[in-house]
């Protein structure tokens, strides 16, 4: 394609622009060769000539078209140079708010400066397991690559994220190590992925510091590599470090702020533990305040801190470590303080002793003050004959003080790394790792320092690395295709690093001017002039002589040689780490050891355990100095930078570059420079130059077709091959041939070329357009035109017709008109003669009557006049009077309505109100009642009074009367003297009588008074109550009225309320249901592993044949009092309706210590094996080769052993039958005493009783015995022997010197053998038990010691709260314990009721069989009677019909078990009674119940649900076998059921099958377990089908055309899509989903499965679908169009009409589809107005606002002719969304499962009408 071609009219290209760096313009006109300048139109519409430069002849950048705009890979673009990557970056970053985009093999992310919600645990789920081109980008994808290669090839992988300060780069690693923790979690107990992700906050508190450009800025660089093992599980980590910026500690420039830890530490100082630190504020300290403000904007310090501490705590750094750090860090902050005094001299300088700060700094580091103060102001001189010490300068004292604050904390990062990784590393054997490289990226300042320089120097290194590995890739890819390989000349640095790092570079000749002992910078500086002034990469800076440039692959930088020297010497005077070294706290000591004073600035590395590399350590082990630290700190960079390099190169790498889009911080804002800048510097252009240099566009046979079909001809189109097709199709268009490129699977093309075929597709489209356009507009003209033709003619033909009618209408006209006109004129002559005359007559006729009617209207007005007078003056009188006593009547009407309002009012309100009417009314009743009281007081008080005044009268009457004969006496002794005055003193006694009788009177008067005045109010009271209470009950009846129409609102709300909980509490319940099953798969596992470490070789088992179903089992017995413990709660919310089945918290508490019951087990078996072990070692290195017996002598060991052993069981044969007789003599005892019946019995009982302790007693004789006979025989032994085996000289005991005979010695002797070995046996049993009892004790005392450690660390963690934490703390503590005591002491209480209960039960059935057997003796008796007859009868047998029981012989149960579930398979009952097994099962159940055998009950139910687990265990991955016993499991639950008695569950039973019902047995508790098996066997039974359907979904959902030529592809890039498969390969369609569809619903029908279980199966299914579906949608740009849409709709109405066919559609499926539903019609619907956005808003109601705005960003245009979705609407969408209160999720939960319900389904069968087929091989059961 010429350049005329290219470069024609409207025509869009990329011109320079000094403030956008890139801007787009139009040509106005054709270019051709030889013009000097371009005629552009810009977006403005300005005009704008281009020149041209004559001597390049470069023209501008052209623009991809419109369609290729927004690309998830940079690499799809025809067009690959800086502006289209500007471009398309700035596109999706601020319109489509995309902040990753893949360029090749780098990911490059933009820092929004924003949370964004893409980075949680759905996210990481959507990406895991995933191909790294079929999702978005993102750096989970990144993450998953790796993960996917190092799992595939097996080689370690490594992660390079570079950037500059505030790109993001820290963050990026963290969610990288987040995503891994989250996928390989560790396959221990030991959660290694936390304390990964917990050396974070770590490190960014010692490493991380505020700069100009981030607040959070890593000053240092890290390489983590996460180990894993075979089964690619974390099991470890390790962590290197580079070049940590040791200045920062002892300067900050202008606005920055120094290690956070500091700051931290200050803001943490008023804690009590941080008093000795002596720390204020961190203004007060110089190293921490140099940059002016110490405080980050929405940064906490002191909560930092805490989280600093706690990070520290869970790596394992103890509480004295933590101290002993946080006093070496503010030491540091106390040396800055220190104040030097310089001497008048000059030349020396003191530090004053009693400096507050230098106290400070030597008490925290443990060292000598003295020392100290002059080491700091001294040097020693060593030379080699004498040792000279020497003053400093004031200069060079606060050089050496800032050295030593640098020394120190270099020192102690590196110990914290130490530390970090010792808590990460791990004994078990490394597999593979990730490493993740955070690293800096390159930088460039105003001022460039020596830290600049070897972060450039790295990225150098790094930047080649990337350039070889993208030129590698490259050519396996052209190899792999099979295309001819050309050389790329890309951009090779190695030139810039051997300026750098060879010989004589400038790294070797700053080190060599660091050993000069007068060396300068400006020396050095000229050096480098002299030595590489030629070197292309090498420039001297015009102005400057100390300064110098390096031209770096990025840019030109220009670095400042001040300071280099001191930077790379990093001196630090010996005396001064002597000191150190000799601090009293070993802390600081083990700081400054030898070994690590040889690198004070290196990096901290530990040895990585790898399977194909080993990791040499970043810090070499040099040799101790004598005076100063020999290597630089270039020398250890270089070196470490060297190892990093053989790292990377070793592993597979992956790139991350993280680009800054502003300097100000602000969200989703886009600088073009500051981003061209970047992407300049992190080498993405250079990735884009090398792929655009080769053939960038590539794409599949397949798509090319699909894309291109347009192109083709038709005859082509006739061949079946398409590869054939597409070579003569490019051919054919593009006729340079090096254009392009046919390789084994996809087609190659030249940059622009792709471009140029959409060109010719959009032509082909444009010229077919046309074509439609023109005919269709013709043959519309036609139309228009016969349309008009007619109608022309039929209106002419009218037009005519009404002319010639309207002259003959005016003719006819006239002729009337005059006519007309005749008869008119006479008719109106006429008519005015009559009105004349007729007037004339009325008027005279008028005239004569008015003066008649004058006259006689006079008079009569005169008489009316009177009699009107005469009634107006009464009515006036009248008026006066009525309006007189109107006004009356009114006002008094107007005031008594007042007050009846008024009082009305009143009571109305008092009527309303129900409360204030009981109030009241109390109020009244108290009212009452206190009157009452109060009259009561006033009579008892009148009573008093008069018994008071009549007791003062009887005085007063007394007195008077002893007054009287005192005067008579007075007066007969005295004569009349003094008569006046006693006649006086009576009169006043005789008016104080009188008085007092008054007043009696009045308060007689008052009391009677004021008592009527309150039995009258008492009396209104009550009759006032009594109305009130009438009232009150009107009222009240009222208000129930009102409160029913409210109840009747509020009990449906909330019963809808209850229905939520109830779906809650069921899902949460199946959660537990689902772990439970979980933990028990652990224990199972955990048991087998313990059988078979037991089975093995030189170990005995167990001689027990105990049964394995008590062990299998954890289930509870029979029992048939135990109703109401255990219910079956998914029956109990079905039929309580509104009642809630509670979870308890028991459960969940009971669950834990099931947990912590496992591990506790699991440590034992552990114990016991590895002392198994030990044992079996001992005895190995014990045996040693013995002497052969004699046969005799085995004989007699042989016959020992089998009469031990003889003994031995019959003793414990005995014990068993004593343990027996114990127990049944306690029944019958207890027995007797309430019944006082059997004594026959008990008498039986006792004798046996007797006879047993008799002979227990006979044989404790015969031990003891034997005993003494062994006692002898040692003795003897110990004596000495023959070693002849001769019977004889065996007969001689030492006891006794009589002959003995020889076969009573050897009797004797096989005694004393046997006895013998019988007390070695005890002796070994008691040695066992004693071991036992010593295990059982440590075990008690480890425990107890970790629950002191666990009590510790949660006293040591107490202590860091705060006084109110500690108290709450406390509280939970106290709480959790009560809590578990309450637990333990329920579930003791509860084992207690269950052995009464079952003790009872023992006793009852006892107490039966002492009946039976009485019956049976009198039976016996009988028969024996009966027997005496003369002559024999023969009783037959009555047949009897089949009762529908089997009965079976407990041996048999096994081979029941074995032939009906564990070999059974769901083929052999093919064409049988679905569930056939479940009925023979209860069949068999029912006869135990009939013969009241509880243990045969418990043991066929416990083995059936184990083998049943065992079976779905087995076959874990096939689905007819989990719906086979998912439908026997419930069939089997269901006839428990529906034959329990219960009421409830038989009202749709017959007559016959009520007979079939359990008589004795209540198995509710079964029940209950088997419901918890169908739930579990369920949830396996999803988990299959979502296996086999998960594969399917988006390719047969998203990627297959189901509708042929609907899609087409757009271009893609270097990422390969699973849709871009070679004639779409293993690809899926819709039919293969309805076809497994399909399937599973002939297997769950076939097999009798529940119809409402089937229902909610497919509804678990639909949901998974669309969950998947929708997921993939919302991660994919490309699936995001219109074609998709229609596809998508028309996929989701087959699966529609399946449902409708398969009358499933009830089940809910179809609801829960309907997110994709609205997802497919969002992307149909138009969307531009704001009529189409609320037509979104009221369409999308199931999708949440993220979800539609994610769709809406993800929106492509497959075509030219369709438009992108505009920034503009998008926004008016997020607008009228933002009332809504969506979850904050963007994917749907693929794993979430809705609870299910086993609803009652009762069966129509009969027992006895079930017939057992041959195939079953049950010839053993028997029908009763």
């Not at 950048?61 to 500007?86: K, Q």
């Not at 007050?899 to 108290?926: D, P, Y």
């Not at 179903?1109 to 029956?1131: F, H, R």
């Given at each position: 394609?010429?350049?005329?071609?290219?470069?024609s009219q409207?025509t869009?290209?990329?011109?320079?622009?000094?403030?956008?760096?890139?801007?787009v313009?139009?040509?106005?006109?054709?270019?051709?060769?030889g013009?000097?300048?371009?005629?552009?139109r810009?977006?403005?519409e300005?005009?704008?000539?281009?020149?041209?430069?004559?001597?390049?002849?470069?023209?501008?950048?052209?623009?991809?078209?419109?369609?290729l705009v927004?690309?998830?890979?940079?690499?799809?673009?025809?067009?690959l140079?800086?502006?289209?990557?500007?471009?398309?970056?700035?596109?999706?970053?601020?319109?489509?708010?995309?902040?990753?985009?893949?360029?090749g093999?780098?990911?490059?992310?933009?820092?929004p400066?924003?949370?964004?919600?893409?980075?949680?645990?759905?996210?990481?789920c959507a990406?895991?397991?995933?191909?790294?081109?079929?999702?978005?980008?993102?750096?989970?994808?990144?993450?998953?690559?790796?993960?996917?290669?190092m799992?595939?090839?097996?080689?370690?992988?490594?992660?390079?994220?570079?950037?500059?300060?505030?790109?993001?780069?820290?963050?990026?690693?963290?969610?990288?190590?987040?995503?891994?923790?989250?996928?390989?979690?560790?396959a221990?107990?030991?959660?290694?992925?936390?304390?990964?992700?917990?050396?974070?906050?770590?490190?960014?508190?010692?490493?991380?510091?505020?700069?100009?450009r981030?607040?959070?800025?890593?000053r240092?660089?890290?390489?983590?590599?996460?180990?894993?093992?075979?089964?690619?599980?974390?099991?470890?980590?390790?962590?290197r470090?580079y070049?940590?910026?040791?200045?920062?500690?002892?300067?900050?420039?202008?606005?920055?702020?120094?290690?956070?830890?500091f700051?931290?530490?200050c803001?943490a100082?008023?804690?009590?533990?941080?008093?000795?630190?002596?720390?204020?504020?961190?203004?007060?300290?110089?190293?921490a305040?140099?940059?002016?403000?110490?405080?980050?904007?929405g940064?906490?310090?002191?909560?930092?801190?805490?989280?600093t501490?706690q990070?520290?705590?869970?790596?394992?750094?103890?509480e004295?470590?933590?101290?002993?750090?946080f006093?070496i860090?503010?030491?540091?902050?106390?040396?800055?303080?220190?104040?030097?005094q310089a001497e008048?001299?000059?030349?020396?300088?003191s530090?004053?002793?009693?400096?507050?700060?230098?106290?400070?700094?030597?008490?925290?580091?443990?060292?000598?003050?003295?020392?100290?103060?002059?080491?700091?102001?001294?040097r020693?001189?060593?030379?080699?004959?004498?040792?000279?010490?020497?003053?400093?300068?004031?200069?060079?004292?606060?050089?050496?003080?800032?050295a030593l604050?640098k020394?120190?904390?270099?020192?102690?990062?590196?110990?914290?790394?130490?530390?970090?990784?010792?808590?990460?590393?791990?004994?078990?054997?490394?597999?593979?790792?990730?490493?993740?490289?955070d690293i800096?990226?390159?930088?460039?300042f105003?001022?460039?320092?020596?830290?600049?320089?070897?972060?450039?120097?790295?990225?150098?290194?790094?930047?080649q690395?990337?350039?070889?590995?993208?030129?590698?890739?490259?050519?396996?890819?052209?190899?792999?295709e099979?295309?001819?390989?050309?050389?790329?000349?890309?951009?090779?640095?190695?030139?810039?690093?051997?300026?750098?790092?060879?010989?004589?570079?400038?790294?070797?000749?700053?080190?060599?001017?660091?050993?000069?002992?007068?060396?300068?910078?400006?020396?050095?500086?000229?050096?480098?002039?002299?030595?590489?002034?030629g070197?292309?990469?090498?420039?001297?800076p015009r102005?400057?002589?100390?300064?110098f440039?390096?031209?770096?692959?990025?840019?030109?930088?220009?670095?400042?040689s001040?300071?280099?020297l001191?930077?790379?010497?990093?001196?630090v005077?010996?005396?001064?780490?002597?000191?150190?070294?000799?601090s009293?706290?070993?802390?600081?000591?083990?700081l400054?050891?030898?070994?690590?004073?040889?690198?004070?600035?290196?990096?901290?590395?530990?040895?990585?355990?790898?399977?194909?590399i080993?990791?040499?350590?970043?810090?070499?082990h040099?040799?101790?100095?004598?005076?100063?630290?020999?290597?630089?700190?270039?020398?250890?960079?270089?070196?470490?930078?060297?190892?990093?390099?053989?790292?990377?190169n070793?592993?597979?790498?992956?790139?991350?570059?993280?680009?800054?889009?502003?300097d100000?911080?602000?969200?989703?804002?886009?600088?073009?420079?500051?981003a061209v800048?970047?992407?300049?510097?992190?080498?993405?252009?250079?990735?884009?130059?090398?792929?655009?240099?080769?053939?960038?566009?590539?794409?599949?046979?397949?798509?090319?077709?699909?894309?291109?079909?347009?192109?083709?001809?038709?005859?082509?189109?006739?061949?079946?091959?398409?590869?054939?097709i597409?070579?003569?199709?490019?051919?054919?268009?593009?006729?340079?041939?090096?254009?392009?490129?046919?390789?084994?699977?996809?087609?190659?093309?030249?940059?622009?070329q792709?471009?140029?075929?959409?060109?010719?597709r959009?032509?082909k489209?444009?010229?077919?357009?046309?074509?439609?356009?023109?005919?269709v507009?013709?043959?519309?003209?036609?139309?228009?035109?016969?349309?008009?033709?007619?109608?022309?003619?039929?209106?002419?033909r009218?037009?005519?017709?009404?002319?010639?009618?309207?002259?003959?209408?005016?003719?006819?006209?006239?002729?009337?008109?005059v006519?007309?006109?005749?008869?008119?004129?006479?008719?109106?002559?006429?008519?005015?003669?009559?009105?004349?005359?007729?007037?004339?007559?009325?008027?005279?006729?008028f005239?004569?009557?008015?003066?008649?009617?004058?006259?006689?209207?006079?008079v009569?007005?005169?008489?009316k006049?009177?009699?009107?007078?005469?009634?107006?003056?009464?009515?006036?009188?009248?008026?006066?009077?009525?309006?007189?006593?109107?006004?009356?009547?009114?006002?008094?009407?107007?005031?008594?309505?007042?007050?009846?309002?008024?009082?009305?009012?009143?009571?109305?309100?008092?009527?309303?109100?129900?409360e204030?009417?009981?109030r009241?009314?109390v109020?009244?009743?108290?009212?009452?009642?206190?009157?009452?009281?109060?009259?009561?007081d006033?009579?008892?008080?009148?009573?008093?009074?008069?018994?008071?005044?009549?007791?003062?009268?009887?005085?007063?009457?007394?007195?008077?009367?002893?007054?009287?004969?005192?005067?008579?006496?007075?007066?007969?002794?005295?004569?009349?003297?003094?008569?006046?005055?006693?006649?006086?003193?009576?009169?006043?006694?005789?008016?104080?009588?009188?008085?007092?009788?008054?007043?009696?009177?009045?308060?007689?008067?008052?009391h009677?008074?004021?008592?009527?005045?309150?039995?009258?109010?008492?009396?209104?009271?009550?009759?006032?109550?009594?109305?009130?209470?009438?009232?009150k009950?009107?009222?009240?009846?009222?208000?129930?009225?009102?409160?029913?129409?409210e109840?009747?609102?509020?009990?449906?709300?909330?019963?809808?309320?209850?229905?939520?909980?109830?779906?809650?509490?069921?899902?949460?319940?199946?959660?537990?249901?689902?772990?439970?099953?979980?933990?028990?798969?652990?224990?199972?596992?955990?048991?087998?592993?313990?059988?078979?470490i037991?089975?093995?070789?030189?170990?005995?088992?167990?001689?027990?044949?105990?049964s394995?179903?008590?062990?299998?089992?954890?289930?509870?017995?029979?029992?048939?009092?135990?109703?109401?413990?255990?219910?079956?709660?998914?029956?109990?919310?079905?039929e309580?309706?509104?009642e809630?089945?509670?979870m308890?918290?028991?459960?969940?508490?009971?669950?834990?210590?099931?947990?912590?019951?496992?591990?506790?087990?699991?440590?034992?078996l552990?114990?016991?094996?590895?002392?198994?072990?030990?044992?079996?070692?001992?005895n190995?290195?014990?045996?040693?080769?013995?002497?052969?017996?004699?046969?005799?002598?085995?004989?007699?060991?042989?016959?020992?052993?089998?009469?031990?052993?003889?003994?031995?069981?019959?003793?414990?044969?005995?014990?068993?039958?004593l343990?027996?007789?114990?127990?049944?003599?306690?029944?019958?005892?207890?027995?007797?005493?309430?019944?006082?019946?059997?004594p026959?019995?008990?008498g039986l009982?006792?004798?046996?009783?007797?006879l047993?302790?008799?002979?227990?007693?006979?044989?404790?004789?015969?031990?003891?015995?034997?005993?003494?006979?062994?006692?002898?025989?040692?003795?003897?032994?110990?004596?000495?022997?023959s070693?002849?085996?001769?019977?004889?000289?065996?007969?001689?005991?030492?006891?006794?010197?009589?002959?003995?005979?020889?076969?009573?010695?050897?009797?004797?002797?096989?005694?004393?053998?046997?006895?013998?070995?019988?007390l070695?046996?005890q002796?070994?049993?008691?040695?066992?038990?004693?071991?036992?009892?010593?295990?059982?004790?440590?075990?008690?005392?480890?425990?107890?010691?970790?629950?002191?450690?666990?009590?510790q660390?949660?006293?040591?963690?107490?202590?860091?709260?705060?006084?109110?934490?500690?108290?709450?703390?406390?509280?939970?503590q106290?709480?959790?314990?009560?809590?578990?005591?309450?637990?333990?002491?329920k579930e003791?209480?509860?084992?207690?009721?269950?052995?009464?209960?079952?003790?009872?039960?023992?006793?009852?059935?006892?107490?039966?069989?002492?009946?039976?057997?009485?019956?049976a003796?009198t039976?016996?008796?009988?028969?024996?009677?009966?027997?005496?007859?003369?002559?024999?009868?023969?009783?037959?047998?009555?047949e009897?019909?089949?009762?529908?029981?089997?009965?079976?012989?407990?041996?048999?149960?096994?081979?029941?078990?074995r032939?009906?579930?564990?070999?059974?398979?769901?083929?052999?009952?093919?064409?049988?009674?679905?569930?056939?097994?479940?009925?023979?099962l209860?069949?068999?159940?029912?006869?135990?119940?009939?013969?009241?055998?509880?243990?045969?009950?418990?043991s066929?139910?416990?083995?059936t649900?184990?083998?049943?687990?065992k079976?779905?265990?087995?076959?874990?991955?096939?689905?007819?076998?989990?719906?086979?016993?998912?439908?026997?499991?419930?069939r089997?639950?269901?006839?428990?059921?529906?034959?329990?008695?219960?009421?409830?569950?038989?009202?749709?039973?017959?007559?016959?099958?009520?007979?079939?019902?359990?008589?004795?047995?209540?198995?509710?508790?079964?029940?209950?377990?088997?419901?918890?098996?169908?739930?579990?066997?369920?949830?396996?039974?999803i988990?299959?089908a979502?296996?086999?359907?998960?594969?399917?979904?988006?390719?047969?959902?998203l990627e297959?055309?189901?509708?042929?030529?609907?899609?087409?592809?757009?271009?893609?890039?270097?990422?390969?899509?699973s849709?871009?498969?070679?004639?779409?390969?293993?690809?899926?369609?819709?039919?293969?989903?309805?076809?497994?569809?399909?399937?599973?619903?002939?297997?769950?029908?076939?097999?009798?499965?529940?119809p409402?279980?089937?229902?909610?199966v497919?509804?678990?299914?639909?949901?998974?679908?669309?969950?998947?579906?929708?997921?993939?949608?919302?991660?994919?740009?490309?699936?995001?169009?219109?074609?998709?849409?229609?596809?998508?709709?028309y996929?989701?109405?087959?699966?529609?009409?399946?449902?409708?066919?398969?009358?499933?559609?009830?089940?809910?499926?179809?609801?829960?589809?309907?997110?994709?539903?609205?997802a497919?019609?969002?992307?149909?619907?138009?969307?531009?107005?704001?009529?189409?956005?609320?037509?979104?808003?009221?369409l999308?109601?199931?999708?949440?606002?993220?979800?539609?705005?994610?769709?809406?960003?993800?929106?492509?245009?497959?075509n030219?002719f369709?438009?992108?979705?505009?920034?503009?609407?998008?926004?008016?969408i997020?607008a009228?969304?933002?009332?809504?209160?969506?979850?904050?999720?963007?994917l749907?939960?693929?794993?979430?499962?809705?609870?299910?319900?086993?609803?009652?389904?009762?069966?129509?069968l009969?027992?006895?009408?079930?017939?057992?087929?041959?195939?079953?091989?049950l010839?053993?059961?028997?029908?009763?």
């Amino acid at each position: 394609m010429s350049v005329s071609e290219l470069y024609s009219q409207y025509t869009r290209v990329w011109i320079p622009d000094p403030d956008q760096v890139w801007r787009v313009a139009e040509l106005t006109k054709d270019y051709k060769e030889g013009d000097q300048s371009l005629q552009l139109r810009l977006e403005d519409e300005t005009i704008r000539e281009h020149p041209i430069d004559a001597q390049s002849n470069q023209l501008p950048f052209l623009r991809n078209p419109d369609i290729l705009v927004g690309e998830n890979d940079l690499t799809a673009l025809s067009y690959l140079h800086e502006p289209a990557v500007l471009h398309n970056l700035k596109v999706r970053f601020l319109e489509s708010n995309h902040i990753y985009t893949y360029c090749g093999i780098v990911l490059v992310a933009i820092n929004p400066y924003e949370q964004l919600p893409i980075y949680g645990q759905d996210v990481i789920c959507a990406y895991s397991g995933q191909n790294m081109g079929d999702m978005d980008p993102h750096i989970f994808a990144v993450a998953e690559e790796a993960y996917k290669q190092m799992a595939r090839d097996e080689k370690n992988q490594s992660i390079i994220v570079s950037g500059e300060s505030g790109a993001g780069k820290t963050v990026s690693a963290k969610y990288a190590m987040r995503y891994f923790a989250t996928v390989g979690g560790s396959a221990s107990d030991t959660n290694i992925e936390e304390k990964v992700l917990a050396s974070s906050p770590i490190m960014e508190a010692i490493g991380n510091a505020k700069t100009t450009r981030n607040d959070n800025s890593s000053r240092f660089g890290k390489y983590i590599q996460i180990g894993f093992d075979k089964r690619y599980h974390i099991i470890g980590a390790n962590m290197r470090t580079y070049l940590l910026e040791k200045s920062r500690v002892v300067f900050q420039a202008d606005d920055e702020r120094n290690y956070h830890i500091f700051y931290q530490l200050c803001a943490a100082a008023s804690l009590p533990e941080f008093k000795e630190l002596a720390l204020t504020c961190a203004e007060d300290f110089f190293y921490a305040s140099q940059g002016g403000d110490t405080s980050i904007e929405g940064v906490d310090d002191a909560e930092d801190f805490e989280k600093t501490r706690q990070a520290f705590t869970l790596l394992g750094v103890r509480e004295s470590h933590q101290i002993s750090i946080f006093k070496i860090i503010a030491s540091i902050l106390h040396l800055g303080n220190v104040e030097i005094q310089a001497e008048r001299d000059g030349d020396s300088c003191s530090v004053s002793p009693q400096d507050e700060h230098l106290n400070n700094f030597c008490r925290l580091l443990g060292v000598e003050l003295s020392q100290m103060e002059h080491w700091l102001c001294h040097r020693k001189l060593v030379t080699t004959s004498e040792t000279y010490v020497k003053t400093m300068s004031l200069q060079q004292v606060v050089n050496a003080r800032n050295a030593l604050a640098k020394h120190i904390y270099a020192q102690l990062f590196g110990w914290i790394v130490e530390h970090v990784n010792k808590a990460l590393h791990t004994a078990l054997k490394q597999h593979s790792f990730i490493g993740v490289l955070d690293i800096y990226g390159f930088e460039t300042f105003e001022v460039n320092s020596f830290e600049q320089f070897c972060i450039n120097y790295a990225n150098e290194k790094l930047q080649q690395q990337f350039n070889s590995h993208v030129f590698k890739l490259e050519q396996e890819e052209y190899m792999k295709e099979q295309i001819p390989w050309t050389l790329i000349d890309f951009y090779d640095n190695q030139p810039c690093i051997d300026l750098i790092e060879a010989k004589l570079g400038i790294l070797d000749l700053l080190d060599e001017e660091c050993k000069v002992p007068k060396g300068t910078d400006q020396n050095w500086a000229q050096k480098l002039y002299d030595r590489h002034s030629g070197s292309q990469h090498f420039q001297k800076p015009r102005m400057s002589n100390t300064a110098f440039i390096v031209v770096h692959f990025a840019d030109k930088v220009e670095y400042l040689s001040d300071g280099f020297l001191e930077k790379n010497r990093d001196t630090v005077y010996e005396e001064q780490i002597n000191i150190l070294k000799a601090s009293k706290f070993p802390l600081v000591a083990d700081l400054f050891h030898d070994d690590k004073d040889s690198a004070p600035a290196s990096t901290t590395s530990t040895k990585g355990s790898s399977a194909k590399i080993n990791i040499r350590s970043a810090r070499p082990h040099l040799k101790a100095s004598n005076k100063e630290h020999k290597k630089t700190v270039g020398h250890q960079f270089r070196t470490s930078l060297h190892l990093l390099m053989e790292t990377l190169n070793a592993t597979t790498p992956h790139y991350v570059r993280c680009i800054k889009p502003n300097d100000e911080k602000l969200p989703f804002h886009f600088d073009p420079k500051r981003a061209v800048q970047q992407l300049r510097a992190c080498g993405v252009l250079e990735t884009i130059r090398i792929s655009a240099a080769g053939y960038p566009s590539r794409w599949a046979y397949h798509d090319f077709f699909n894309r291109y079909r347009v192109l083709i001809k038709k005859r082509e189109l006739a061949n079946a091959d398409r590869k054939a097709i597409c070579r003569s199709v490019l051919e054919n268009l593009i006729k340079d041939p090096d254009k392009f490129q046919f390789g084994r699977t996809k087609i190659f093309f030249r940059a622009g070329q792709v471009a140029y075929l959409e060109k010719l597709r959009a032509d082909k489209f444009r010229a077919a357009t046309i074509m439609i356009q023109k005919t269709v507009r013709g043959w519309l003209q036609k139309v228009k035109y016969r349309r008009l033709k007619g109608a022309t003619l039929t209106l002419q033909r009218y037009c005519r017709g009404y002319r010639a009618r309207r002259l003959a209408e005016h003719l006819r006209r006239t002729r009337a008109a005059v006519a007309l006109q005749k008869q008119c004129r006479m008719w109106r002559a006429r008519l005015a003669y009559q009105r004349v005359r007729a007037a004339t007559v009325v008027i005279q006729a008028f005239a004569r009557g008015m003066f008649v009617r004058r006259a006689y209207h006079q008079v009569l007005r005169e008489h009316k006049a009177t009699i009107i007078q005469k009634q107006v003056r009464g009515w006036m009188a009248r008026r006066h009077f009525q309006r007189l006593r109107g006004a009356a009547i009114v006002i008094q009407c107007a005031f008594r309505r007042l007050q009846a309002r008024q009082e009305l009012k009143a009571l109305k309100i008092e009527a309303r109100s129900a409360e204030h009417l009981k109030r009241l009314n109390v109020g009244m009743e108290n009212k009452v009642v206190q009157l009452q009281r109060k009259i009561h007081d006033q009579n008892k008080e009148f009573k008093t009074l008069s018994e008071q005044l009549s007791a003062v009268t009887s005085t007063h009457t007394m007195e008077v009367e002893r007054l009287k004969k005192e005067l008579a006496h007075y007066q007969q002794s005295r004569g009349g003297d003094s008569s006046p005055g006693l006649q006086e003193e009576v009169e006043s006694l005789r008016t104080e009588l009188q008085r007092a009788h008054s007043e009696r009177k009045i308060l007689e008067d008052a009391h009677a008074r004021e008592n009527s005045e309150l039995r009258k109010r008492v009396a209104d009271l009550e009759q006032e109550n009594a109305l009130l209470k009438d009232e009150k009950e009107q009222l009240n009846h009222q208000i129930l009225g009102q409160l029913k129409d409210e109840f009747s609102q509020n009990s449906i709300k909330e019963n809808l309320l209850v229905k939520k909980e109830l779906e809650e509490e069921r899902s949460r319940y199946q959660n537990l249901v689902k772990e439970y099953s979980r933990l028990e798969q652990r224990y199972d596992n955990l048991r087998d592993e313990m059988t078979i470490i037991k089975q093995t070789p030189g170990h005995r088992r167990n001689p027990s044949n105990q049964s394995s179903l008590e062990s299998d089992s954890n289930y509870p017995s029979i029992s048939t009092s135990e109703v109401g413990d255990t219910e079956d709660a998914l029956p109990q919310v079905e039929e309580l309706g509104l009642e809630k089945a509670a979870m308890d918290m028991t459960v969940f508490l009971k669950l834990q210590k099931r947990v912590r019951e496992l591990e506790q087990e699991r440590r034992k078996l552990q114990a016991q094996l590895e002392k198994r072990e030990q044992q079996d070692s001992r005895n190995a290195q014990m045996e040693q080769p013995k002497n052969d017996l004699d046969l005799d002598q085995d004989a007699d060991l042989a016959y020992n052993r089998l009469k031990r052993q003889e003994l031995e069981s019959e003793n414990k044969k005995l014990k068993n039958d004593l343990n027996e007789l114990r127990k049944a003599v306690a029944a019958q005892a207890a027995q007797n005493n309430s019944t006082h019946s059997s004594p026959d019995s008990y008498g039986l009982l006792l004798n046996q009783l007797k006879l047993a302790s008799e002979e227990l007693e006979v044989r404790k004789e015969e031990v003891l015995i034997l005993r003494t006979q062994i006692v002898s025989a040692d003795q003897r032994r110990l004596a000495g022997r023959s070693t002849e085996p001769n019977i004889n000289a065996r007969t001689s005991w030492p006891n006794s010197e009589k002959h003995v005979d020889q076969e009573d010695a050897i009797e004797a002797y096989h005694g004393v053998c046997q006895t013998n070995r019988l007390l070695e046996a005890q002796l070994q049993a008691q040695s066992r038990t004693h071991e036992e009892e010593v295990e059982r004790l440590q075990a008690q005392v480890e425990a107890l010691r970790e629950e002191l450690d666990r009590q510790q660390q949660t006293f040591s963690q107490t202590l860091l709260l705060s006084p109110e934490a500690q108290v709450e703390f406390g509280v939970q503590q106290e709480m959790s314990r009560l809590a578990t005591e309450n637990l333990d002491l329920k579930e003791l209480v509860e084992k207690l009721e269950k052995n009464e209960k079952k003790l009872k039960k023992q006793l009852k059935i006892h107490m039966k069989k002492v009946q039976d057997l009485e019956a049976a003796q009198t039976l016996a008796q009988s028969e024996r009677r009966r027997h005496e007859l003369n002559r024999q009868v023969t009783v037959q047998r009555k047949e009897k019909d089949f009762q529908g029981m089997l009965e079976y012989h407990k041996d048999d149960e096994a081979l029941l078990i074995r032939s009906l579930v564990t070999e059974l398979k769901p083929q052999t009952l093919a064409g049988t009674v679905p569930c056939l097994p479940a009925y023979i099962l209860y069949m068999c159940v029912r006869h135990a119940d009939y013969v009241n055998d509880d243990l045969k009950v418990h043991s066929l139910l416990t083995s059936t649900i184990n083998s049943i687990k065992k079976v779905l265990k087995k076959h874990n991955n096939d689905f007819e076998m989990t719906s086979f016993w998912l439908s026997n499991t419930c069939r089997l639950l269901h006839c428990l059921k529906q034959y329990s008695g219960d009421e409830g569950f038989m009202t749709q039973n017959t007559a016959k099958q009520n007979e079939h019902c359990l008589k004795n047995f209540d198995l509710t508790e079964y029940r209950q377990v088997l419901s918890d098996l169908s739930i579990q066997i369920y949830q396996q039974l999803i988990k299959i089908a979502e296996g086999a359907l998960q594969p399917m979904i988006v390719s047969a959902m998203l990627e297959n055309e189901s509708i042929q030529g609907l899609s087409g592809m757009k271009p893609t890039g270097y990422r390969k899509r699973s849709s871009s498969m070679v004639d779409g390969d293993n690809a899926y369609c819709l039919e293969a989903i309805i076809r497994q569809m399909n399937s599973f619903h002939i297997v769950m029908c076939d097999q009798g499965l529940d119809p409402e279980i089937i229902l909610q199966v497919f509804k678990q299914l639909f949901y998974m679908v669309t969950a998947v579906t929708l997921n993939n949608l919302l991660l994919r740009k490309d699936v995001c169009s219109w074609s998709t849409g229609m596809q998508l709709r028309y996929n989701i109405s087959q699966l529609e009409e399946w449902l409708r066919g398969r009358n499933l559609h009830k089940s809910g499926a179809v609801q829960t589809m309907e997110p994709l539903i609205q997802a497919a019609q969002l992307l149909q619907l138009k969307k531009k107005t704001p009529e189409d956005a609320e037509a979104i808003c009221s369409l999308c109601t199931s999708l949440s606002t993220q979800q539609i705005v994610k769709i809406l960003n993800l929106y492509t245009p497959l075509n030219e002719f369709e438009e992108r979705v505009t920034v503009g609407f998008i926004r008016t969408i997020q607008a009228q969304l933002q009332e809504r209160s969506d979850p904050q999720q963007l994917l749907l939960d693929c794993k979430h499962m809705f609870p299910v319900v086993f609803p009652f389904n009762p069966s129509s069968l009969t027992m006895d009408t079930i017939h057992i087929p041959a195939c079953l091989n049950l010839e053993f059961l028997n029908e009763v």
